[in-house]
């Protein structure tokens, strides 16, 4: 077992207590900020501040954030401050409302294309799933949500929701996969610098032992989470952690070590008003002092009640029902969408290469036409050359050469665009073909895991025969499209696959500059610097691909963040004052950007190297190249 150190001890996205000193630092940035996109991003932690607060403020802050960024239309700070807020509703034990913010922010999100706030999103739909017994569900919206995280290389969202998949396994009682996914957490923690999820991967860990049979490793853990708790005073892990145990000695019997438990879990439920937490309790509570003491149990039963009506009661069951149907409907829509746009790509398609094949057909005719008036012409001309020279045959001879191989690049010609055509029409499916077999392995490797267990999950292999039956069924249809494609000569050629849109490069500069500062302040709350823009204005808006410019600001902007951070760690005489500029200019029908920072400084031999894709001056794990 790992050994408990304090620097592993920090406040995690698990749900810590919120540092006082963090709250009134927010609080202050907030009097001071400049930009109306810079409060909607302070008021967001501000609420996530206050999540585990017993007070309404974190409501306030994070419904002030939303309604700021509705106003400005700031479509990321609208998509955060929906998922923030529904975050806080579900700790508070609002799910209807919690759910129905998270469709929404799931919505813009999946639209935008933001995947640090669409992989959030989908990992905390999935920890709503859990609360509501439906472990399917978020298995589904947990597994999306690593997909992504995995893609953007964001390792503590990585942790986070390995983390959420081991705890919805062990709930489900899949303990092997339970097994599986804390041991990849787990030893990702245990590397990591920050080790952010000690307390609540030990108490996961101590369920599942206790589950196995292995009691005595199952309170080895619980009571080093206990410990770590404490010194955080973390009463939304604590309270889970006090139930886990009260809950172990229910079941080996132990009455008074069970209440005792149990009524602890239930104090610290209460101090932040953790509904799930003061259910369980109170629950438990009434079922063992039944015997023991009528009247303490009957309170403690009237407590579970209403606990339980807040939380589960007909109105709210009614909602949330009413908030499935309606995102039900709405995902059904998007795919009419999908499978309209492309019915309607490939009438296009049949359309173009119905134009394209009926030119060649006209442009042979034109040309046989041609070749027969040729001919004609020729044969005339040969019968009066005839009663020339042999000189003249020679030269009609060689005429007529040089005529056939015209006309056989001509037609070389009208084929490598066709070919090109192909090529390009025929990408489309063979995509399709192979995300779906890579899906199809995946699928195997869970089906042969699940075969080899001892104990068979035949409901789970029978949903994962049916995926792989369905992934078939799409092979198959695209496969089949490809074929028609190469059959039919239906092809035309396509664009670039990314789309390039007019876009105001000082807006675009300053989105990401102050995105990336917030976002190492939130991960950091010791990180601190000064930015500063020198924005040419006006400046031409320029056709470029959004996403993929924004990528490599980004990069550019944390590496500068990066550098300064490194040597303010560096700088121990004070004096020093961290600053990263962005610049814009204009030069004639040229956009120059600049990011510029007085950090730690890039040697010559670092300079060589600063467009190989995979070159770093980083540690391991802590970034993958320069963004160039």
Known sequence: MKTLTFSLLLISSFGFAQDRQEIDSLKHELAIVKHDTNRVLVLERLCQAYRFESSDSGRIYGQQGMDLA???????????????????????????????LLFKALQ?????????????????????????????????????????????????????????????????????????????????????????????????????QFKLGNRRKAFEYLHESIQINKINNDYNNGTLTFNTLAEFFKELNQRDSCIYYAKKALAEAQSIGLKNGILDASALLAEQLESKDLK?????????????????????????????????????????????HQNQLMQYAFLAGLGIFLLIVFILYRNNK?????????????????????????????????????????????????????????????????????????????????????????????????????NQEKINHHGKRASSIVKGMLEHSRASTGVRELTDINKLADEYLRLSYHGLRAKDKNFNADYKTEFQDPLSKIEVIPQDMGRVLLNLINNAFYAVHEKMKQNTEGGYLPTVTVTTQQLDNQIIIKVKDNGIGMPESVKTKVFQPFFTTKPTGQGTGLGL
């Open 296 to 340: 303490e149990a009957h309170n403690y039963l009237k407590l579970a009640k209403a606990t339980n009506d807040e939380l589960y009661g007909r109105q709210k069951v009614q909602v949330l029902q009413k908030i499935l149907s309606e995102e039900q409907k709405r995902q059904r829509q998007v795919e009419l969408e999908n499978e309209k």
């Open 370 to 470: 041609k070749q027969k008036e040729a001919n004609t012409l020729l044969h005339h001309q040969k019968e009066e050359i005839n009663r020339k020279s042999k000189q003249l045959e020679n030269s009609l001879k060689t005429l007529k050469s040089t005529q056939a191989q015209l006309i056989q690049s001509e037609k070389l010609a009208s084929l490598g665009e066709l070919t090109a055509g192909i090529a390009h029409e025929i990408q489309n499916p063979l995509n399709f073909v192979n995300n779906f077999s890579e899906l199809s392995v995946d699928l195997v490797k869970d089906l042969k895991e699940e075969i080899e267990k001892p104990t068979q999950d035949k409901e789970y292999i029978g949903e994962l025969f049916d995926d792989l039956s369905q």
């Open 70 to 100: 509705q106003q400005i239309k700031f479509q990321r700070g609208e998509a955060i401050a929906y998922q923030t807020l529904g975050n806080f509703y579900r700790l508070k034990g609002d799910l209807p409302k919690a759910l129905a």
């Open 108 to 208: 813009i999100a999946e639209k935008e294309q933001y995947l640090h706030e669409l992989g959030r999103c989908l990992n905390r739909i999935g920890n709503v799933y859990i609360e509501l017994y439906d472990y399917t569900n978020a298995i589904f919206y947990q597994k999306r949500a690593l997909k992504i995280f995995e893609s953007i290389q964001n390792k503590d969202g990585v942790i986070n929701t390995e983390a959420y998949i081991g705890e919805t396994y062990e709930k489900n009682n899949q303990l092997d996969s339970a097994a599986i996914y804390f041991q990849k957490a787990y030893k990702k923690v245990e590397t990591s610098k920050f080790a952010l999820k000690h307390a609540y991967l030990l108490r996961c860990m101590g369920s599942l």
